[in-house]
């Protein structure tokens, strides 16, 4: 659950999603209205970009995942960092086992 629409974020904001505390930054590039997600420590969690026609895609490391809102983005972005999501490779692992999500490699 996301305690604010993160599409109001225009500046920088504190956010919580699912949970977990984080920063949100906001910005426009080619593709549409982006914002970076930051955890507390610093460390960039991950993109979430929005499309004109209201989809969204995460991204975290090196993958991202096509999703129908940018909510539902955010909420994949938290789903990563907790390992609720398992890698594609197939390995079992959690995802964030095998993909780097900050400069220094993976966890």
């Not at 906001?26 to 549409?32: A, D, E, I, M, Q």
Request: aromatic share 6%; glycine share 12%; charged share 15%.
């Amino acid at each position: 659950m996301i305690t604010m629409d993160l599409t109001s974020v225009t500046g920088v904001a504190d956010i919580v999603v699912d949970g977990e505390r984080l920063w949100a930054s906001s910005g426009v590039n080619g593709c549409g209205r982006f914002w970076a997600l930051v955890t507390p420590a610093d460390v960039r969690a991950g993109v979430v970009t929005e499309h004109a026609d209201g989809t969204a895609d995460a991204v975290v490391g090196t993958v991202s995942r096509h999703v129908e809102s940018v909510q539902a983005a955010a909420e994949w972005v938290v789903a990563v960092l907790r390992g609720a999501v398992l890698c594609p490779c197939g390995c079992g692992y959690p995802f964030h086992k095998h993909v780097p999500i900050a400069s220094g490699g993976a966890r």
